[in-house]
């Protein structure tokens, strides 16, 4: 069945500092993939979703890219800022959404 | 509604009780997802339902869990004879059918004492 797997945190990075949290991924096919944070005393949002091989999602200077050769889903960000800490969530799926374990991100200023 | 809506926001009951935990999706949205997410985990799948039916169920864990949707709007989660291993966050989502990724409710922490 579907699976992802990324990596466990936690992840503590000074501000401006280059983030990287890595995301593969087990699927038969080729579904969407997504990353979901969950800020602290939040519920879980969308940050951005790719929904087919070599498309780029984006948003609040968040990318990952979807690498069907790599069945990778990495998310980046070339300066992370405090508001940044969180948990991250890779995902999978299209009408059912599998979730990772998540990775919680401490960012100090 | 503006939001997915979850009730009660918390929920506290003795084992081998009986809880009802509900979920208001976003208006017109046919697509309906329970999840229940422990401490320090991802979400977990329970059961997702498109329109009335319930179009996949296999992540209900035993014949104590179960979901309705009658008429295709709100849900109702139901768990018979709790457990104290029943102890989580229960997160609803809904979504538009032809759109890709869900919108999350607030949750709702269920412990059993």
């Known amino acids: 069945g579907n699976s992802v797997t990324q990596m466990e945190g936690p992840v503590t990075l000074s501000e401006e500092a280059f983030l990287t949290i890595n995301c593969t991924y087990t699927a038969t096919g080729y579904p969407s993939l997504f990353w979901y944070v969950q800020y602290p005393g939040e519920g879980l949002q969308l940050l951005l979703k790719a929904t087919k091989a070599d498309d780029k999602g984006s948003n609040k200077g968040f990318e990952a890219t979807y690498r069907k050769e790599t069945t990778s889903f990495h998310l980046e960000k070339g300066s992370v800022q405090v508001s940044d800490s969180a948990v991250y969530f890779c995902a999978l799926g299209d009408d059912k959404i599998i979730f990772g374990k998540g990775t919680r991100l401490h960012i100090l200023p | 509604g503006a939001g997915v809506s979850q009730t009660p926001s918390n929920k506290v009951t003795e084992k081998g009780k009986y809880v009802e935990l509900r979920c208001d999706p976003i208006s017109g949205h046919t697509a309906l997802y329970w999840y229940r997410q422990s401490l320090g985990q991802g979400p977990e799948f329970l059961i997702y339902?498109?329109?009335?039916?319930?179009?996949?169920d296999s992540g209900l864990p035993n014949d104590r869990f179960f979901a309705v949707r009658p008429e295709g709007s709100v849900s109702t989660l139901k768990i018979q004879r709790t457990e104290r291993g029943d102890s989580a966050v229960y997160l609803c989502?809904?979504?538009?059918?032809?759109?890709?990724?869900?919108?999350f409710g607030s949750g709702t922490r269920l412990t059993v004492v």
């Open positions: 989502a809904s979504s538009h059918r032809d759109s890709y990724g869900y919108t």
């Open positions: 339902f498109q329109g009335t039916g319930a179009a996949d």
